[in-house]
């Protein structure tokens, strides 16, 4: 019986270690590690923005944002935004929050003719690539 405590001791850590392991594993990613996915995808669209290119725009689009935004409603949504807010020139990182199987990027973003907009990016990884699947400047 002395040596069945030990025995009992080492099986109740190791599943500890492994229910850790799995935690780690199955976790959503951290702040730092979203922040980095979601930085270059946010570049490149506000650059097509600044540039009017649609295809550069909807490149990190998911399947239902690609079909959301056509060619004429990125060019009208473009022109709303640069006649309201003006050019991008810089943004701060805000947060991160989980909502469901979302992600959700907040930056405060500076523009020529408007500073502190809030811009929101909701990512959601498919077939383990961020997509784009909500934008809104605010």
Known sequence: MKHLKPVKLLSMSLLMLLAIGWMTVFSAPSDEQMQKNADPIMDNILSAIKAGNYDDYIKDFDAQMKSAV????FQRTNQVLKASIGIYQSRTFGMVMEKDQYQIIIWKGQFSKQKDVMIKLVLSQING???VSGLWFG
């Open 129 to 131: 690539k961020w997509k």
């Open 70 to 73: 056509t060619k004429d409603n």
